[in-house]
């Protein structure tokens, strides 16, 4: 149980585009979300925090009107990269926290800006 | 905020060894400490979770142990097999309980190969 559904897998755009990556919760109700950034050989870092119905709250050096996050209802989140450019590649990862399964990941998305 | 240090950052073994990854942190109100591995390309999986109020906890091969008075903690793999080869990634939270869970840290990664 406890299954967080992440698309797309991977994603080919160019730069100044946007792009948006959808996180759902199949089996329960996602009340708050966390999106992850995890550079090549790098540890996952903390971009924002979202819960349903409300702003997202985003760490510390993370541009918020560059990554939009929306989380309008509780089984569905999105980050939406907005701009892109090279720099922003990366591996995007959500993550929802349950109440008998700690937190459960969604399986990731890899953004390529050419 | 908390900060999470792992060590080491890469570690090798013969099929059959132990592993062992060690974690601390900094946080004395962090309550939830998860496991994961990660394969390439892919989101990382829970492999194993302690909280706070246990010592040490066991499942199969793997087991993680917990000293709060020091703030550390480590992730010990016996009988390692090559599909364990993967990266492992110690996290810390805060007010883990419930319906109410804290933001994770993570710490930097410990990418195990286990050699046939």
């Known amino acids: 149980g406890a299954v967080v559904s992440q698309h797309p897998s991977w994603v080919i755009c160019k730069s100044g585009t946007s792009v948006k990556i959808e996180c759902r919760s199949l089996?329960?109700?996602?009340?708050?979300m966390f999106w992850y950034r995890q550079f090549p050989k790098q540890s996952l870092m903390l971009m924002a925090t979202s819960n349903e119905g409300s702003k997202a709250t985003y760490e510390q050096g993370v541009e918020k009107d560059k990554f939009l996050i929306n989380h309008a209802s509780l089984t569905l989140s999105t980050l939406t990269v907005t701009s892109a450019h090279p720099e922003d590649s990366s591996f995007y990862i959500c993550?929802?926290?349950?109440?008998?399964?700690?937190?459960?990941f969604g399986s990731g998305t890899r953004l390529t800006v050419v | 905020g908390e900060n999470v240090e792992q060590h080491p950052s890469t570690l090798s073994v013969q099929e059959g060894d132990s592993a062992v990854i060690k974690c601390t942190y900094s946080d004395s109100a962090s309550n939830y400490f998860p496991w994961y591995k990660q394969e390439l390309g892919k989101g990382p999986q829970l492999i194993i979770d302690?909280?706070?109020?246990?010592g040490e906890k066991k499942d199969q091969r793997i087991a993680v142990t917990l000293n709060k008075t020091a703030k550390h903690f480590s992730l010990h793999i016996t009988e390692t097999q090559p599909e364990d080869s993967a990266v492992y990634f110690c996290?810390?939270?805060?007010?883990?309980?419930?319906?109410?869970?804290?933001?994770?840290?993570f710490g930097q990664g410990t990418i195990l190969t286990v050699h046939p």
């Open positions: 996290a810390a939270s805060r007010g883990a309980g419930g319906t109410s869970y804290g933001k994770l840290t």
């Open positions: 089996d329960f109700q996602a009340t708050t």
């Open positions: 302690i909280r706070s109020n246990v």
């Open positions: 993550s929802a926290p349950t109440v008998n399964y700690g937190y459960t």
